[in-house]
């Protein structure tokens, strides 16, 4: 089954760009069967899908985050990415990297999580 | 956007309890796209529910999922010390997921 593992810096200053790395294993990332994504959840609180690239390179993304992030994918690597721009206390969160089957829109695999703190 | 909202924010039964748990969308979910996760502290959500009655590879039958359209039901049958968690729905429509708020299952 698939693996998935989130990599980044846990520290980030305000205003400047959040950058973390989901490494997929058990499978190619290049299969048609799933979109992959990146979901947040600040402490205490609950999920925020950021958004979802397929294998071709077409992205989604949660039209309130839209202006701030980028998802790209590196298929010869097996990973996917996540970059945030102009980020503030606000997107401090427990990170996710995650699967989500074509056929039923469910996001079936998650990364472990990763904290990213804004602060200076 | 559709906006999903879980009723009740917390619920507190006891073992043995039947819970229920509801998720309600703003605008109909096209094709039933309505899952449900369970998440226990400093765990990643784990899959429940897909399609909105389809239960993922090795949850256990006393979850049950139902409903169409707007509202939607989990209901968790003969609760379990492990059931006492976090439970989120999401939706999927025009290429975006939103999530619901969440509801805390709690030990009365």
């Known amino acids: 089954q698939l693996q998935l593992q989130e990599s980044g810096p846990g520290l980030v200053k305000p205003s400047e760009t959040l950058s973390l790395t989901c490494a997929v294993s058990?499978?190619?990332?290049?299969?048609?069967?799933?979109?992959w994504g990146w979901i947040r959840q600040p402490p205490g609180k609950g999920l925020e899908w950021i958004g979802n690239?397929?294998?071709?390179?077409?992205?989604y993304y949660n039209p309130s985050l839209k202006s701030r992030v980028t998802i790209s994918v590196d298929t010869s690597k097996n990973q996917f990415f996540l970059k945030m721009r102009s980020v503030t206390a606000a997107d401090t969160a427990v990170y996710y990297c995650?699967?989500?089957?074509?056929?039923?829109?469910?996001?079936?695999?998650w990364g472990q999580g990763t904290l990213v703190t804004v602060s200076s | 956007e559709i906006v999903l909202t879980q009723s009740p924010g917390t619920l507190s039964l006891s073992r043995g309890d039947r819970a229920t748990l509801s998720c309600r969308a703003s605008q109909r979910i096209g094709s039933n796209f309505l899952a449900w996760y369970q998440q226990k502290p400093g765990q990643a959500p784990t899959l429940l529910i897909y399609?909105?009655?389809a239960r993922a590879t090795g949850v256990p039958d006393r979850f049950r999922g139902s409903g169409s359209g707007t509202d939607f039901t989990l209901t968790i049958n003969r609760l379990e010390p492990e059931d006492f968690a976090v439970y989120y729905c999401q939706q999927y429509d025009n290429s975006l997921y939103t999530f619901g708020q969440g509801t805390k299952l709690e030990i009365k």
């Open positions: 995650a699967s989500s089957y074509t056929g039923s829109y469910d996001v079936d695999y």
């Open positions: 399609a909105a009655s």
């Open positions: 690239i397929y294998y071709s390179g077409t992205t």
């Open positions: 058990d499978d190619s990332i290049s299969t048609s069967n799933y979109y």
